[in-house]
């Protein structure tokens, strides 16, 4: 009794861990939860590469038994969910041992609305007191895992009833036990399980022989056997042998005994051969694994180089493209400067020809007619002194010119619009002309109401009236005319300056008033004119918001228009 | 009849020798300095109707800073000098604006016209003086008569009457007459109460009259002109003549 008793234990544990080869149902669970493996089927058992498969990788090693590899590819698992991690990482716990921590955890777990997780759960608890013999404990939990209302997969019913019969057996309820088995057996038929029909034999085989039924126990245990041939399960294959040698013992048919027993130590030196072979192909794996991850962490940095590199390749674009805008954007300020200034250095040149030529030719002469009248001894005093007046008027009004230019080109010209009596303006400035007139004999006539006033300037409009006047002066001959006449035009006063002068060709007409054409004519006295004045006039007149216009006379001579806006005090 | 008092302020001797010169036949220089301390002292010994101020004296914008002055102080018409209208000249000069200035060199034309002007711009009278012959412009208690050229200043009060001529009136002071291109009416609009129309042709400075003579309906004035009173004019001559006995 005390023997079979010993032998039977073997036998249990044999049935409710040992299932090697094939997945139980908490493996099966797990494979359940995998996504690569749904949508894969046919890369089941294989590890792959890379974090996203962390969890395939996991159920893969903990089937494969490595589970070292098994926590360490659970720990990289960034992908799924915390609770499943957990239950697989407490089933690792549990399938090395730590069944108490196992147990706590599952317990904790009770009452989850998971129905999936339920079922495992309670499945779990049951095995985990079945582990610990406490049977009733195991018995409640396997009732409550099979009251979750969850289609029961084959797997499932069948671990239960196994379990559940075992529990029997120990309680001696051998004949429920004996219905649970010939049910397992159905059921395993039915799904071609031999395995599963190989286990359940040798159980019969041993709940039989608990009763001392020792004939029946052979039968089943030589039937196990002999279904057992063709499996590759060694150690299942090893405890029936074992069994086998036992009942010879027992019966005393020493010659099958032996040949069992012998059958037995083979098997199971096969079966360490196995497990070293196994183990060997695991370390391999390993080193094949470390040497995969190794790569897969060569090419990460590859990559991870690859990706800076072309950031900074790109980075480097960037700060060129934007550098390249800014110096097109500065190349085309600088053009733009280049050409204001190239019109400014015109400009300043055709100044430096007007200072060397008008400016510096009448000072040699006033020089000239100074050191005259000191030899002459003023003879011809009041000759000279008309000459000298004649030469420091002209100076007067170019250096004016000249000063309001560079007052206006440098903004610093002061503009003070207000009425001012047109008319009172006009005839200042022909007394200052008045001598210049009469000695060409010039008809002169200014024809303005004397009540008109005019919007502007008052300065800038006598600076723009003087050079009027002096060009017209210059421009006409002897005995010719000049006539200063206005008229309300809309909502302006047109002040004429017509005169009977030599007038100005066509194409000198069209750029009169830009200083960069070189435009000078000669006047009645055969002196050249720079064109200052009238560019001067263009602007000044544009500053006091008024126009200008030169045209032809169809008389001969020249017209020229200011129009300002006005208004009539009489 | 007065002639217009200028004051100048100039650092230039010669240039003040010129502006003698031009104005002292038509006008009457009040007095002249060549800094700013000196002008103080000078403007107030005898108060002008009119400064002639040069921008730049010795270096710096006295000449901004004695307007400023002037204008706290007894505010009349300021005509600047300078050299040229650039706007640092005129940078310090706030007050003044709009400005009445003259570039230099100046001469008698131009600067005869911009005093008309200061003061057509301190009446806010642009033309009123300049465009016309025979024209007045009133400022304050004072008549300003354009004469020839020149500019002459009565004072209201010193008009004994004023005669209507046409279009034309004659104002007559004790000694003097001059002609004004005025009608009498819109004259005497402008005139304080103490001018009384007694006639068609006159208009009276009531406080000249030195005798009523009721029977012949005349009156006499106090430079012994004796004018005629209209008919319709009768009784208001006897209520003043009532007033004044």
């Known amino acids: ?570 | 009849m007065e002639k217009i008092n200028i004051f100048i302020l100039e650092d230039d001797l010669d240039e003040i020798e010129i502006l003698k010169i031009i104005l002292s036949e038509e006008y009457a220089i009040t007095g002249f300095a060549t800094n700013y301390e000196d002008g103080v002292k000078v403007f107030h010994k005898k108060l002008p109707d009119i400064a002639i101020l040069d921008i730049f004296m010795n270096g710096k914008r006295e000449g901004i800073r004695f307007a400023e002055y002037i204008q706290e102080t007894y505010p009349i018409p300021i005509l600047f000098l300078t050299n040229s209208k650039d706007k640092l000249s005129f940078s310090e000069a706030k007050k003044q604006n709009p400005y009445n200035y003259l570039l230099k060199p100046v001469n008698p034309q131009s600067l005869k016209f911009a005093i008309e002007l200061a003061f057509e711009k301190q009446t806010n009278q642009v033309g009123q003086l300049s465009t016309r012959e025979e024209a007045t412009l009133q400022l304050d208690n004072k008549l300003l008569i354009k004469k020839g050229n020149a500019l002459v200043k009565v004072v209201i009060n010193d008009i004994f009457y004023i005669e209507s001529e046409d279009k034309y009136c004659f104002v007559h002071t004790e000694n003097a007459r001059f002609l004004v291109q005025k009608s009498l009416k819109s004259f005497a609009e402008t005139l304080p109460n103490n001018f009384v129309s007694l006639h068609r042709k006159y208009v009276v400075n009531i406080n000249q009259i030195q005798s009523v003579l009721p029977s012949d309906y005349t009156f006499t004035l106090k430079n012994n002109v004796t004018l005629p009173v209209s008919q319709r004019h009768r009784k208001q001559l006897l209520e003043i003549f009532t007033i004044i006995k």
């Open chain 1, 1 to 570: 009794m005390k023997i079979s008793k010993f032998y039977f234990l073997s036998c249990a544990i044999l049935f409710s861990v040992s299932v090697f080869t094939q997945n139980t149902y908490s493996e099966t669970w797990f494979v359940n939860c995998c996504e690569y493996c749904k949508e894969n089927p046919n890369d089941q058992g294989k590890i792959q590469t890379g974090n996203e498969y962390a969890w395939h990788n996991a159920h893969v090693s903990l089937l494969k038994r490595n589970y070292k590899r098994a926590k360490k590819y659970i720990l990289e698992d960034r992908e799924t969910n915390d609770s499943l991690k957990q239950l697989f990482e407490n089933h690792l716990l549990y399938t090395l041992g730590v069944e108490e921590e196992a147990k706590r955890y599952l317990l904790s777990l009770r009452n989850t609305s998971n129905l999936n997780i339920k079922q495992f759960v309670f499945k779990n608890l049951g095995t985990c007191y079945l582990r610990k013999q406490e049977y009733d404990s195991a018995n409640f939990y396997f009732e409550e895992a099979l009251k979750v209302p969850l289609q029961h997969s084959y797997q499932f019913k069948t671990e239960i009833a196994e379990n559940q019969a075992y529990i029997l057996v120990f309680k001696k309820q051998y004949a429920q036990a004996n219905e649970i088995y010939q049910e397992i057996v159905k059921t395993s038929k039915k799904k071609l399980d031999t395995h599963q029909i190989v286990k359940t034999y040798s159980n019969i085989g041993n709940s039989y022989f608990e009763q001392y039924k020792d004939e029946l126990a052979k039968t089943y245990f030589d039937s196990a056997y002999v279904f057992s041939k063709p499996l590759k399960d060694l150690e299942l294959k090893s405890t029936i042998a074992y069994n086998l040698y036992l009942l010879a013992e027992v019966s005393k048919t020493h010659e099958s005994a032996i040949q069992y027993f012998k059958e037995y130590t083979m098997l199971n030196d096969s079966l360490q051969k196995q497990n070293m072979l196994w183990q060997v192909a695991q370390e391999k794996e390993a080193f094949n694994i470390a040497q995969k991850q190794a790569e897969l962490d060569l090419k990460t940095a590859q990559r991870n180089l690859f990706m800076v590199i072309s950031v900074g390749i790109l980075l480097v674009l960037l700060i060129g493209f934007i550098f390249y805008r800014k110096l097109i954007k500065q190349n085309k300020k600088i053009k733009k400067l280049n050409h204001e200034l190239n019109e400014t250095n015109t400009v300043k040149n055709q100044l430096f020809t007007i200072i060397a030529h008008d400016l510096r030719s009448p000072v040699a002469r006033l020089k000239q007619l100074f050191q005259l009248r000191t030899i002459k001894q003023d003879a011809d005093g009041v000759l000279s002194d008309k000459k000298v007046s004649k030469i420091v008027d002209s100076l007067s009004l170019l250096l004016d010119n000249l000063l309001s230019w560079s007052l206006s080109q440098s903004d610093l010209l002061m503009v003070q619009k207000e009425w001012f009596p047109l008319w009172q303006i006009i005839h200042q400035i022909e007394l200052q002309y008045q001598s210049l007139i009469d000695e060409k004999s010039i008809q002169f006539s200014v024809d303005i109401q004397k009540t008109i006033l005019v919007y502007g300037d008052m300065e800038i409009f006598k600076i723009v009236i003087r050079n009027c006047l002096d060009n017209a002066i210059k421009f006409t001959p002897k005995n010719g005319k000049i006539v200063i006449s206005g008229t309300v035009n809309n909502e302006s006063f047109a002040v004429y300056i017509t005169d009977s002068g030599i007038g100005i060709p066509e194409k000198v007409l069209k750029t009169i008033f830009d200083i960069k054409n070189n435009k000078s004519q000669e006047d009645t006295t055969g002196r050249k004119s720079s064109g200052l004045g009238l560019m001067l006039t263009k602007s000044m007149i544009q500053l006091n918001g008024g126009s200008i216009q030169i045209k032809s006379n169809p008389k001969g001579g020249t017209i020229v228009n200011i129009s300002l806006p006005y208004k009539n005090v009489a």
